[in-house]
């Protein structure tokens, strides 16, 4: 799973980079809406997000980026990340339903908490929020959420912000096991600071997904995107 940001450095180049991923062959490709507080967000999303609002990219900017990639990539999976206060501010259930009339099916809102997501018009069964956990969920907060109809998980793999260092909390295995034990398991994604190949086979001995995002970044800041792509080619075709 490969994550950028629209509107970074443009609007245009970030259709670019999506094309990109997609054409290494990532399974899902992630598109985050710019928000200027990123709280989740280490300091390249954070930035990239800054530059990104900076242009003045806008909410419907995004809704259309996201419809030209549906357009020339029928049959990509696309998951689309935010921040509360930009959904909010358009509107929840007008969000959510140009998300599903682009066949988004997941939204990922980290300062969200999804208990909440069908209070605030988001009950739609074709759009599912997805949950971001921490190490530190509790066995019954776990219990709970697998008891919403959840079919996709996004645990962070330590306690720190995305492109920290990498690391897998030891508590991470229990929260797998927990969540595989269901009789149709909901998948699986870890996330935050992995950047190597091997980080990212590692995190697939456990999950079903390896998110991958700041590396991405710094990669393309550094005009090494396309190489960065072909070192994770093992990783795509596992």
Known sequence: MAHLVLGYPSLAESLHTAEAYI?????????????SHPTADGPVITLACQEAVAQGISMQDCIEAIRALRARFPMQEIMVMSYVNRIYAYGFQRFVTEMKAEGVQHLIVPD???????????????????????ANTSDARLEKLLNMGFDFFYLMSDFKITGSGFSLHPRLQAIVAKIKSRPMPPRIGIGFGISTPAQARLVLEEADVAIIGSALIQAQKAGKLEEYLESLQDVFQA
């Open 23 to 35: 054409n290494a062959g990532v399974e899902i490709l992630e598109v985050q809406i710019p928000f």
């Open 112 to 134: 969200l908490p999804v208990d909440l997501s069908s209070a605030l018009g988001s009950a739609d069964a074709t759009v599912k929020f997805v949950p971001v956990l921490a």
